[in-house]
């Protein structure tokens, strides 16, 4: 069993519940959390004892708040990774591919980087003090690949828009109307229920499901080309100066000024 610094890992019936643990940076992901996340859904993927994933964070405050800001402010990446790589666009693809049905317990605020974890899920059940969101604009980053096309997919062209565009966020009774989530809980009961959908999953046929999961998947599999495009634009973006005037801006606790890249 690997031991991990940034997420926790526990098998509880056929379930793996698979916990982002940074809750000091409201769960924000560096390039190391990328890493453990890639190497529990392997396992989980791995282990025949498990029939579903859950996915949360932990405390009450955050489920994921995307790319860690602060780090990005600090050294102009998210960080070492013992591969060298930050797969961020990897853990996305295996969240796809992983043959087994892959549930997100929203338990309070997705948004970035975050919110696009949970809308790669096949489920997703929310607290009903969760919040959703995109803030890519806001701090210098985008998500031109899944999180924005499937996104699309899921909500429909304009609320997409609208989500990215502006960078509000939304509350859970919102994203449940908008089709983004699939049950609100109070928080208290997020991951038992959680887990009794795990165990209802657990009953039916494992081949079933996989199938139909790669069926569901195959309908957009496309767009993992255009999320290879979209992280390497990324990375080229979030070094630059419009890029990381957003993650200082951040760090410093003040607004962002865009205004000196506007373009005819
Ligand atoms: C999440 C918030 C809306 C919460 O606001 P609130 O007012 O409730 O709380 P605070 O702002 O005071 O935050 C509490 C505490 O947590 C720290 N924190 C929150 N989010 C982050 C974060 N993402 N990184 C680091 N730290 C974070 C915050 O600083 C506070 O700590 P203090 O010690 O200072 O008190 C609000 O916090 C917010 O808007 N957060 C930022 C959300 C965000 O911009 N996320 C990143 C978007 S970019 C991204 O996710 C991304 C994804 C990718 O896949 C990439 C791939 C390749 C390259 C780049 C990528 C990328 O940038």
């Known amino acids: 069993m690997p031991s991990y610094e940034d997420i926790t890992y526990d098998v509880e019936g ?4 698979i916990t982002i643990n940074r809750p000091h940076r409201y769960n924000a992901f560096r390039g190391r959390t990328v890493e453990e996340l890639i190497k529990a859904f392997r396992g ?5 004892g498990v029939s579903a994933i859950i996915l949360t964070g932990a405390g ?6 995307g790319g860690d800001v602060k780090q990005r402010a600090e050294t102009g990446d998210y960080g070492p990774t013992e591969s060298g790589m930050f797969e961020i666009g990897n853990l996305h ?5 992983v043959p ?10 997705a948004v970035g980087g975050g919110h696009v974890l949970h809308v790669l899920c096949d489920l997703s059940i929310a607290a009903d003090t969760a919040t959703f969101g995109q803030a890519g604009p806001r701090v210098g980053s985008f998500d031109a690949g899944f999180g924005s096309a499937y996104l699309a997919r899921v909500v429909g062209e304009k609320r997409a828009r609208e989500i990215w565009y502006l960078c509000r966020q939304y509350d ?3 994203a449940q109307q908008w089709g983004l989530v699939n049950a609100v809980v109070p928080p208290a009961d997020l991951l038992d229920e959680a887990k009794a959908w795990a165990a209802e999953i657990a009953e039916k046929s494992p081949t079933a499901l996989r199938f139909l999961k790669q069926s569901f998947n195959a309908d957009t599999d496309h767009q993992a080309g255009l999320s290879n495009l979209a992280m390497s634009a990324l990375d080229l973006f979030t070094k630059s ?10 760090a410093q606790k003040r607004p962002a000024d865009f205004g000196a890249y506007v373009k005819a």
């Not at 693809?93 to 591919?97: A, M, P």
């Not at 087994?100 to 605020?109: C, D, H, L, R, T």
């Open 14 to 17: 056929r379930a793996a519940i």
């Open 44 to 48: 989980a993927w791995a282990d025949t």
């Open 60 to 65: 009450d405050k955050a489920f994921c708040t």
């Open 93 to 97: 693809k295996l969240i796809r591919d």
């Open 100 to 109: 087994k049905p892959v549930i997100a317990a929203v338990n309070g605020i």
């Open 172 to 174: 859970a009774a919102t």
């Open 241 to 250: 100066p419009e890029g990381l005037e957003g993650a200082a801006a951040f």
